[in-house]
């Protein structure tokens, strides 16, 4: 009798359990809302494949404008879910990025890159790059998207993300930093990192007093990037030797918001001096 499709071979709760026939089984982050006109911000959205080879899509957001032409700022958007949960489409996400591109008046491109472990790390980063390229195609001629081509400044770009999206943020604007500052013209205006996915090897702050906790969240990096750097990969720890140099991100402007009783707190705190010199930053 083949009793593979109920042996789990890797199990990460409380999101994940991998089963030995292949089966992935996700435990969180599997809503779907579809893109949609919503009544209650009057924000328009819709999903484009943008990178037809390897799938990667993205859902774009417009409020309400004034003229046909007007000219906003864009905000890039990577969700959350340490790499290998959640979407574009998860009603969470959806639902706070129709309220921010409504309050702040701003485009939204959000960002569905490929998740772990169907494609472990660093495909996030590669289709997180990818999407940038094309976002910035449109302020070179070579973009159809006419939201983007009609309704962007892109003097005004900023990339934001929460978690594991945070994480990315942080690696698209030092990307950005080493291609010269700017991709085909377009300015990164400043990040935004809402609860940053970053880790170590070595316990620091609440880490030290929560062993278990430390130790489900180690498990989560090895999951999503196994490596023979384990913790202190460079993609998870800012600070380690052959982490890339800060002082090259693409902006000035940084905010960081850390959660009183997050695990991942006392990293995005350790972050924020190493990343500007007059650091912006909110507990909430």
Sequence with gaps: MDTSCDQVIHDVP??????KDGTIERLLGTEIAPATFDHQTGVSSKDMVVVPDTGVSVRIYRPNLSTNHQKLPLVVYFHGGAFFISSVSDP????VLNI???EAKVVVVSVD???APEHPLPAAYEDSWAVLQWVASHNSGGGTENWLKENVDFGRVFLAGDSAGANISHHMAIRVGRSGGSLSGIKIDGI?????YFWGEEPTGTEARNPIRKAMVDKWWQFVCPSDKGNNDPWINPLVNGAPNLAGLACDRILVCTAENDILRDRGKIVLPVTCEE???RES
């Design 100 to 102: 921010l591109a409504s």
């Design 14 to 19: 409380p999101y994940i359990r991998v089963y």
């Design 192 to 196: 935004l990192m809402i609860q940053p």
């Design 92 to 95: 969470l996400y959806h639902s």
């Design 279 to 281: 650091p912006m930053a």
């Design 113 to 115: 890159y490929r998740r």
